[in-house]
T-cell receptor, first 117, second 115 residues
Framework: AQKITQTQPGMFVQEKEAVTLDCTYDTSDQSYGLFWYKQPSSGEMIFLIYQGSYDEQNATEGRYSLNFQKARKSANLVISASQLGDSAMYFCAMRDNYGGSQGNLIFGKGTKLSVKP | DAGVTQSPTHLIKTRGQQVTLRCSPISGHKSVSWYQQVLGQGPQFIFQYYEKEERGRGNFPDRFSARQFPNYSSELNVNALLLGDSALYLC??????????????FGQGTRLTVV
């Protein structure tokens, strides 16, 4: 069965510093997608970054980058130059792209990031 | 461009009642999925619809049902509400390309409280 593990319930980071949020995954599929979402207290899930299992380069989106290590089955999110507005819950998720269909997202339990001024 | 819209944003229901939640996907997105997020947990997959057909179902009882309309909007129905159904219900839409679905974009959610 597919599974996402986020081992850090909470993290603190000083404003303007970088922080890494850990994510490991388990799947027997060869084709899959990995996602990171940010969820502020308002509840909306905000898409941050995507990594396909066949992508050779690590994904980057502005201050967000995904450290993808396929052999270790890890997909850590790196946030550079943290801002106070980065304080939120962060979820790692995986989609299996099976049979030309759409699959569904499997989420980890999340990491609560707090940015200190 | 409008994002994923969900209605209502908040809802209070009594045990045993029925509820209908609504979702409009991003224009051009034909795949809609529903998720339940209880407090302190990650979202759990409930249903996925693509081209008006159910393409996936999570581990939820038959009290949960959904459908997708010709304009790709979707409704989630929950019958015989239990206290444990209290949660944030999230709708996500995706654009499907040849290799499968792209990233999912979520609405702001419907916060359901069952009393």
């Amino acid at each position: 069965a597919q599974k996402i593990t986020q081992t850090q319930p909470g993290m603190f980071v000083q404003e303007k510093e970088a922080v890494t949020l850990d994510c490991t995954y388990d799947t027997s599929d060869q084709s899959y997608g990995l996602f990171w979402y940010k969820q502020p207290s308002s509840g909306e899930m905000i898409f941050l970054i995507y990594q396909g299992s066949y992508d050779e380069q690590n994904a980057t989106e502005g201050r967000y980058s995904l450290n993808f290590q396929k052999a270790r089955k890890s997909a850590n999110l790196v946030i550079s130059a943290s801002q106070l507005g980065d304080s939120a819950m962060y979820f790692c998720a995986m989609r299996d792209n099976y049979g030309g269909s759409q699959g569904n997202l499997i989420f980890g339990k999340g990491t609560k990031l707090s940015v200190k001024p | 461009d409008a994002g994923v819209t969900q209605s209502p944003t908040h809802l209070i229901k009594t045990r045993g009642q029925q509820v209908t939640l609504r979702c409009s996907p991003i224009s051009g997105h034909k795949s809609v999925s529903w998720y339940q997020q209880v407090l302190g947990q990650g979202p759990q997959f409930i249903f996925q619809y693509y081209e008006k057909e159910e393409r996936g179902r999570g581990n939820f009882p038959d009290r949960f049902s959904a459908r997708q309309f010709p304009n790709y909007s979707s409704e989630l129905n929950v019958n015989a509400l239990l206290l444990g159904d209290s949660a944030l219900y999230l709708c996500a839409s995706s654009l499907v390309r040849g290799q499968g679905a792209t990233e999912a974009f979520f609405g702001q959610g419907t916060r359901l409280t069952v009393v």
